[in-house]
């Protein structure tokens, strides 16, 4: 059975304070990992899909890498609006169809 | 370019009734796929609709069903419905192709409250 795991569950940064999100998986052969935001009240809204290890991919403040067992999200100086919920999952690797499984996420609070 | 449609936002029912929730993909878009989130299970896979046809299912009881019509548009319903049902609902479609190039993009969800 597929597995991800995020951690932290949470992390409190300062505003400019890099830091690093993790999301660790088990899968059978991986088809790509996917990285969502989730700010309260609203969807997931998507980020990054990752293929193989080694690719990175970056946009404004966030950049993703991935390896053979986990990816990062790397948050560098982050500021107020970067505050959600970062979600990684990956496509079921014992079918071709769209089934995701998500890890819990990581809630990411940003103060000025 | 329209987003994920989903409705209604807000439902209330009671214990033991059931529940009709409404998704409207992007245009252009043939696979629909329901989620579950819950604090305590975080996001889960109910099941995804592809062309009108159940593709794929998650590990949930067959109180949740859905189905998905000729203009992709799809329903997901829930009856006899348990306190544990309450949820935020997402929907996500996407073009339904090879994964490996197709991104799901999620509506606003629907949240239902079981009293």
């Known amino acids: 059975e597929d597995q991800v795991t995020q951690s932290p569950e949470a992390l409190r940064l300062q505003e400019g304070e890099s830091s690093s999100l993790n999301c660790s998986y088990t899968?059978?052969?991986?088809?790509?990992l996917f990285w969502y935001r989730q700010d309260p009240g609203k969807g997931p809204e998507f980020l990054f899909t990752?293929?193989?290890a080694g690719e990175e991919k970056e946009k404004e403040r966030l950049k993703a890498t991935l390896t053979k067992k986990e990816s990062f999200l790397h948050i560098t100086a982050p500021k107020p609006e970067d505050s959600a919920t970062y979600l990684c999952?990956?496509?079921?690797?014992?079918?071709?169809?769209?089934?995701?499984?998500f890890g819990g996420g990581t809630r990411l609070m940003v103060k000025p | 370019k329209a987003g994920v449609t989903q409705t209604p936002r807000y439902l209330i029912k009671t214990r033991g009734q059931q529940v009709t929730l409404s998704c409207s993909p992007i245009?252009?878009?043939?696979?629909v796929s329901w989620y579950q989130q819950t604090p305590g299970q975080g996001l889960q896979f109910l099941f995804e609709?592809?062309?009108?046809?159940?593709?794929n299912k998650g590990n949930f009881p067959g109180r949740f069903s859905g189905r998905q019509f000729s203009n992709s548009r799809s329903e997901m319903n829930v009856s006899t419905l348990e306190l544990g049902d309450s949820a935020l609902y997402l929907c996500?479609?996407?073009?339904?192709?090879?994964?490996?190039?197709?991104?799901?993009?999620f509506g606003a969800g629907t949240r239902l409250s079981v009293l």
């Open positions: 999952a990956v496509p079921d690797s014992g079918n071709a169809g769209n089934m995701l499984t």
């Open positions: 990752l293929y193989s």
């Open positions: 609709y592809f062309s009108e046809t159940q593709r």
């Open positions: 899968v059978s052969g991986l088809r790509g």
């Open positions: 996500a479609s996407s073009w339904g192709g090879d994964l490996a190039k197709n991104i799901q993009y």
């Open positions: 245009s252009g878009h043939r696979s």
